[in-house]
């Protein structure tokens, strides 16, 4: 879901770039998001675009997951908003507007710590 800024924390130009940038103001990540999440998202496949909004919607609804931490792993160019659960938050909006974002708590999940798992090819019996 944040591939269009992973990594991007590697790129002294990138990195220059939105050094400028007032981030005291909130406008400036929702303009971030905007042009280089909104973008990216339409280009995913359907299946795709289903697998990261329930990712994300599993993300913000759990209050104990440390997303200051996932937002740093992916070594973005600038740092996240002081709260960076906000940054989830815009992201969910510019993408799904006025939809909810809970998640039953009800519902059962699988939790995998194979990040990688779900894009491997499904074994065959």
């Given at each position: 879901m944040l591939s269009p800024i992973t990594g991007r924390g590697d790129d002294?130009?990138?990195v220059e770039k939105y050094r400028l940038v007032d981030f005291s103001d909130e406008t400036q990540y929702k303009i971030i998001i905007n042009e280089l999440f909104v973008e990216y998202f339409q280009s995913l496949?359907?299946?795709?675009?289903?697998?990261?909004?329930?990712?994300l919607s599993y993300y913000l609804s759990r209050s104990e997951l440390d997303l200051e931490r996932l937002f740093d792993s992916c070594l973005p160019?600038?740092?996240?908003?002081?709260?960076?659960?906000?940054f989830f938050v815009w992201l969910w909006e510019?993408?799904?507007?006025d939809e909810y974002y809970t998640i039953d708590p009800n519902e059962v999940y699988k939790i995998v710590k194979d990040v990688?798992?779900?894009?491997?090819?499904?074994?065959?019996?």
């Amino acid at each position: 879901m944040l591939s269009p800024i992973t990594g991007r924390g590697d790129d002294d130009e990138v990195v220059e770039k939105y050094r400028l940038v007032d981030f005291s103001d909130e406008t400036q990540y929702k303009i971030i998001i905007n042009e280089l999440f909104v973008e990216y998202f339409q280009s995913l496949s359907k299946e795709n675009k289903s697998k990261a909004k329930l990712a994300l919607s599993y993300y913000l609804s759990r209050s104990e997951l440390d997303l200051e931490r996932l937002f740093d792993s992916c070594l973005p160019p600038f740092d996240p908003p002081k709260n960076a659960r906000d940054f989830f938050v815009w992201l969910w909006e510019a993408l799904f507007n006025d939809e909810y974002y809970t998640i039953d708590p009800n519902e059962v999940y699988k939790i995998v710590k194979d990040v990688h798992e779900p894009n491997r090819p499904a074994k065959s019996n």
